[in-house]
T-cell receptor, first 113, second 115 residues
């Protein structure tokens, strides 16, 4: 158990819908990263938040957005869903110093039908 | 920008045999290097990392990797594999001293250990 929690574990929804994925980092970790894992794109970095502020963006679609709240949990919002958005979405947390290790949650598997 | 290449999408190996999973990276700046393992239906777990210092790093579960700057490689090795090592292995880099430690992953190598 990495100490990072993600909910829900599975999500099945229809095209055009909007969903919210939630991530709670390990206690004391200020950074949250979001990654997408799909068969055709592999593991891709989406976005990084540090203590509530956006630090970096990757190949994140405009239909996707994220935020980190004062209690440090983070949410990834996916809207106008398309079939191609079906993927495993991971969040990871880090202390951003020392070991630079990122601890990954178990992921949310999103299926768009 | 950084990129990671894992040329072998799948590596079949017999139990108790040695294995090497290859990783090459490209970057215009210094990087940190990582190997992560993903077991079926699970998240990613860090196997080992190279930040600085000795180029031979040891990780969990008997794995080790060697950083070779001239060849821009970070190959993962294990002298004797077990059935339980069957998993997907990802090599990753992050930029040294950057504003973010985002990870850039390779495409992964499936290690299939056969009895």
């Amino acid at each position: 158990d990495s100490g990072v929690t993600q909910t829900p574990k599975h999500l099945i929804t229809a095209t055009g819908q909007r969903v919210t994925l939630r991530c709670s980092p390990r206690s004391g970790d200020l950074s949250v990263y979001w990654y997408q894992q799909s068969l055709d794109q592999g593991l891709q970095f989406l976005i990084h938040y540090y203590n509530g502020e956006e630090r970096a963006k990757g190949n994140i679609l405009e239909r996707f957005s994220a935020q980190q709240f004062p209690d440090l949990h983070s949410e990834l919002n996916l809207s106008s869903l398309e079939l191609g958005d079906s993927a495993l979405y991971f969040c990871a947390s880090s202390v951003e110093a020392g070991t630079y290790e990122q601890y990954f949650g178990p992921g949310t598997r999103l299926t768009v039908t | 920008a950084q990129s990671v290449t894992q040329l072998d999408s799948q590596v079949p190996v017999f139990e108790e045999a040695p294995v090497e999973l290859r990783c090459n990276y490209s970057s215009s700046v210094s990087v940190y290097l990582f190997w992560y393992v993903q077991y079926p239906n699970q998240g990613l777990q860090l196997l080992l990392k190279y930040l600085s210092g000795s180029t031979l790093v040891k990780g969990i579960n008997g794995f080790e990797a060697e950083f070779n700057k001239s060849q821009t490689s970070f190959h993962l090795r294990k002298p004797s594999v077990h059935i339980s090592d069957t998993a997907e292995y990802f090599c990753a880099v992050s930029e040294y001293g950057g504003a973010t430690n985002k990870l850039i992953f390779g495409t992964g190598t499936l290690l299939a250990v056969q009895p």
